[in-house]
């Protein structure tokens, strides 16, 4: 279904960008084969500097579900989707980063899951890819419900494989006061007590960079502890606790094969 233009979609893609010129092509495409037909994809370009925005521009005009919005100045990654959630339509948001890859049954099985379980915030299984889009590690496969404390200890839920209800939209934004944004942003739907759901199929490939912040351990351990000292308020030992967790889960999870 491409709906028309006073129509509401059911689900609303949030696509932050920023001189992804490489990838942003194939992340988009991945959304216009989903099973789903049902979306609109807002691309929040964050001022790039290279192709990026003419790549959107050439799809859009291909698809009446893709819309591009163009940042004034440069606001990061959690502006531009707060920017994206702000202009969203659909009764659901998605997230999916401008380098990573939906696979075409992803929404669909997402949905389901959603409407079964009543859950307010769902996140899935996926695969970890390198630049050049081949397997790098085991897939990382999540649970069927999480709670917060489980996601104090580790960041199971990647941005890629997010999908919130409008009610959860229309409340929450991304921080820009911490690194990790999307963490912060889950701690505190979890910890006010909405309820969450996981598919375990893999639907995502999230390709890990070496120039990301993922790649960068010693700054997310640091600013992992931020966020339990500032955002969350918890006392120095607590916080020191729950970097033990983060530690040795870290490793276990990208050190796998």
Excluded at 71 to 100: P, T
Excluded at 192 to 202: H, L, N, P
Aim: glycine share 4%.
């Amino acid at each position: 279904m491409v709906f028309g233009m006073n129509s509401k979609p059911l689900v609303s893609v949030v696509m932050p960008a920023y001189n992804c010129q490489r990838y942003i092509e194939a992340a988009i495409r991945s959304v216009m084969d989903q099973s789903c037909r049902d979306w609109e994809l807002i691309v929040v370009d964050d001022l790039s500097d290279d192709s990026t925005s003419e790549l959107v521009h050439k799809l859009s005009e291909t698809d009446n579900r893709i819309r591009l919005v163009e940042n004034e100045v440069n606001m990061g990654a959690a502006e531009s989707r707060n920017r994206g959630l702000e202009l969203s339509l659909g009764e659901y948001v998605a997230f999916l980063d401008s380098d990573d890859l939906w696979h075409p049954e992803k929404l669909e099985r997402q949905l389901q899951r959603m409407q079964e379980s009543g859950a307010d915030i769902s996140y899935t299984s996926y695969s970890i890819i390198d630049e050049n889009g081949n397997s790098c590690k085991s897939d990382y496969i999540v649970s069927c419900k999480s709670t917060f404390d489980e996601l104090l200890k580790e960041n199971f839920i990647g941005c890629s494989t997010v999908m919130i209800t409008r009610k959860i939209a229309e409340k929450y934004r991304f921080t820009k006061e911490f690194y990790h944004e999307d963490y912060c942003l889950w701690l505190d739907i979890l910890r006010d007590g909405y309820e969450s759901a996981g598919c375990t199929e893999v639907l995502v490939d999230w390709r890990f960079l070496s120039n990301s912040r993922s790649y960068d351990k010693k700054g997310s351990a640091i600013n992992r502890y931020k966020i339990y000292r500032k955002h969350l308020g918890f006392s120095v030992l607590k916080s020191i606790k729950l970097m033990v967790y983060y530690t040795v889960r870290g490793i276990k999870k990208y050190m796998r094969k």
